[in-house]
């Protein structure tokens, strides 16, 4: 009797496993779409030998907050307008705040490749001793 129940439970978690199998399946493609790009985009970084620098403003920028839309009322006329938000500071269009995005995001990269010479010194140390 214990068998028949074994084989009943597989049975049915084999016919859930096929009717939900799109479920299923869906998020394992996607793991491995990623997976396949990654790979390819490490192939080409090996060619390429600004790869390290484009992938610390890759860094940098994920580190940055995204440009924010607020509305409100323009001084001069009363019209509501939109205005674009960075750091807490107001740009009058979205082309403005995303140019100092950028250079927020460049000052990031920059800072970190002053850092690396002592990361990389006292990395050396530790090994060392």
Known sequence: MDNLFSTALVIFAAILAYRFRAAILRPLQRFDARNVARHRQEFLDKRDHLAHYKHTLQLAEEQVEEVGEVPAVDERTGQ???????????????????????????????????????????????TLH
Not at 101 to 123: D, T, W
Request: without cysteine; hydrophobic residues 45%; charged residues 35%.
């Open 80 to 126: 509501a307008v939109s205005r674009y938000v960075f750091e807490g500071e107001q740009f009058l269009s979205r082309d403005e705040a995303e140019a100092a995005r950028q250079r927020s995001i460049v000052a990031k990269a920059r800072q970190f490749y002053v850092e690396l010479p002592a990361a990389l010194a006292s990395r050396r140390k530790e």
